[in-house]
């Protein structure tokens, strides 16, 4: 083994002894609740398929039509060769659907963070990030040319704070997460508005765990709280059931993105067959209000159960339910027995979440039976016990 080869095996040996380390899983089924994994059937509890449109036949129909029109590929950026008329229909679903002028795609939801957040601010400007902000979005800050100020998670105390300190800036953005993807809860946009209003700030969301779930018609955290910030952003991959990423706003703020967003001046554009899915699916979410009840039933009943045995489970209204373990090894060894009873549902560790708060997330879907459910609460009720989590 070279030298260059043993500095890794050397910080790989360290993550090993911390719990830390990490392996690919293999998917040998179609998304659902049960789904074989490695050559077991697991029932699975961690999926972001919240309503089971990863494997809808209106979607994969949709799909394969227009495979046979465009084929597999989009073959450049959009700027290029790759711009198709699925993916201005798309565009303009997504805005109607977000209730914004315009839509610009990105080919993830990660690339659409990255891309605003080293664009629109500029030096001179300070960025206001919740302290739990998602991975993307910490890129996106360390990316800008812009300061990034971090306040504490939710606490519109110290975002005021922090917003009358940082009054010499030339422009401020407050950027969050619609609904934190490891915690569960909903930010208070409601309130980050009103403080944005006051102080002379911009609104960025990333409405990623919120869009189909949350609001009247699924449109996400802005319906929820009857607001409309300055720039959403968003994924095709979790309620979607496709791929990609999206910003929704403004048609001036969509035309600044398509001239100034490095991520999607350089991304090769997501296929057409996959934005002809996606579009149906909008179609599909904004007519399953019955699923998205019935999702909120589930997750409700869930939560007070594993509360009632002696979990300390945090989250909101949607469909994420962490449940604290605590250390990193004890989370990977409950994870563990869980996949032993057939349950997938892996460890969240550090550097995810703080040392102290390694967790079993766990996500609900539309598609899950009570029978399932109930399967997995007593699995948390034995394990529970045998590892001493609950008592």
């Given amino acids: 083994m070279g030298e260059f080869d043993q500095r890794l095996n050397n910080r790989l040996a360290e993550r090993k002894k911390q719990g830390l380390y990490r392996k690919l899983k293999t998917m040998n089924t179609a998304p659902g609740p049960r789904v074989d994994i490695n050559g077991e059937k697991q029932l699975v509890f961690s999926s972001n398929n919240y309503l089971g449109l990863a494997n809808d036949q209106r979607l994969i129909n949709a799909a394969k039509a227009t495979l046979d029109e465009f084929g597999v590929g989009s073959s450049g950026s959009r700027l290029t060769t790759g711009n198709s008329i699925w993916h201005e229909r798309l565009e303009e679903k997504v805005a109607q659907f977000k209730q914004t002028e315009a839509a610009l795609l990105f080919s993830n939801g990660y690339l659409a963070n990255v891309g605003v957040l080293s664009s629109l601010p500029e030096k001179g400007d300070v960025i206001l990030s919740d302290q739990l902000n998602h991975a993307s979005?910490?890129?996106?800050?360390?990316?800008?040319?812009?300061?990034?100020?971090?306040?504490?998670?939710?606490?519109?105390?110290?975002?005021?704070?922090?917003?009358?300190?940082?009054?010499?800036?030339?422009?401020?953005?407050?950027?969050?997460?619609?609904?934190f993807s490891m915690d569960g809860n909903i930010a208070p946009l409601d309130k980050i508005m009103t403080l944005a209003s006051r102080y002379g700030a911009s609104v960025i969301v990333d409405?990623?765990?919120?869009?189909?779930?949350?609001?009247?018609?699924?449109?996400?955290?802005?319906?929820?709280f009857g607001i409309k910030p300055d720039v959403i952003i968003g994924t095709l991959s979790k309620a979607v059931g496709t791929e990609g990423g999206y910003v929704a706003g403004s048609k001036t703020l969509v035309d600044f993105l398509l001239n100034y967003a490095r991520p999607f001046i350089f991304q090769t554009a997501i296929s057409p067959a996959s934005c002809a899915a996606s579009s149906v699916a909008f179609d599909v979410i904004e007519s399953s209000m019955n699923k998205r009840e019935s999702l909120v039933s589930k997750v409700q009943y869930l939560k007070m159960n594993l509360q009632e045995l002696g979990y300390h489970v945090i989250g909101g209204?949607?469909?994420?339910?962490?449940?604290?373990?605590?250390?990193?090894?004890?989370?990977?060894?409950?994870?563990?027995?869980?996949?032993?009873?057939?349950?997938?549902?892996?460890?969240?560790?550090?550097?995810?979440?703080?040392?102290?708060?390694?967790?079993?997330?766990?996500?609900?879907?539309?598609?899950?039976?009570?029978?399932?459910?109930?399967?997995?609460?007593?699995?948390?009720?034995?394990?529970?016990?045998?590892?001493?989590?609950?008592?």
């Fill in 317 to 391: 209204q949607g469909p994420i339910v962490p449940v604290i373990i605590g250390e990193s090894q004890k989370a990977v060894s409950f994870a563990d027995r869980l996949r032993e009873k057939a349950i997938y549902a892996p460890a969240i560790r550090p550097p995810t979440v703080s040392p102290s708060e390694s967790r079993i997330r766990l996500t609900l879907t539309s598609d899950h039976t009570d029978e399932e459910i109930d399967y997995l609460i007593e699995a948390f009720r034995f394990i529970g016990e045998e590892l001493k989590v609950i008592t």
């Fill in 207 to 224: 409405d990623a765990h919120a869009t189909g779930v949350l609001g009247k018609h699924g449109r996400g955290t802005s319906e929820y």
């Fill in 137 to 179: 979005i910490i890129d996106g800050c360390r990316l800008s040319k812009a300061d990034t100020m971090i306040y504490n998670h939710v606490d519109m105390i110290d975002l005021e704070k922090k917003l009358k300190e940082e009054r010499s800036y030339q422009r401020r953005f407050i950027v969050t997460d619609g609904v």
